[in-house]
């Protein structure tokens, strides 16, 4: 069974800085893609970021030159680095991954996902 556990949201003014944390565990054999989506009230979920296995990154129009991905394969960790936040960057950060583990081949899993708030 693998979990993505998320950390780091909070409350922080605009212009501040947060850094989301997430961690998976599990019987993990191999994480490829890594990803943050956020879903604010009464909009679809949107994919914020991702990163590959090999290290390649893409960012939604909207965080580019402010939110930086990255990722510790020795962890099994992901972290969105996000400044300059603004108040419609409020919502709930969700976590993904598609992950091998020792059950079978790669599966997409879902962390249970942290607020942000940015207040104006």
């Known amino acids: 069974q693998v979990q993505l556990v998320e950390s780091g949201g909070g409350l922080v003014q605009a212009g501040g800085s947060l850094r989301l944390s997430c961690a998976a565990s599990g019987s993990i054999v191999s994480i490829n893609v890594m990803r943050w989506y956020r879903q604010a009230p009464g909009n679809k979920r949107e994919l914020v970021a991702a990163i590959s296995l090999g290290g390649t990154l893409n960012y939604v129009d909207s965080v580019k030159g402010r939110f930086t991905i990255s990722r510790d394969n020795a962890k099994n960790t992901v972290y969105l680095q996000m400044r300059s936040l603004k108040p419609e960057d409020t919502a709930v950060y969700y976590c993904?991954?598609?992950?091998?583990?020792?059950?079978?081949?790669?599966?997409?899993?879902w962390g249970q996902g942290t607020q942000v708030t940015v207040s104006s």
């Open positions: 993904n991954a598609d992950v091998s583990s020792a059950d079978g081949p790669y599966r997409n899993y």
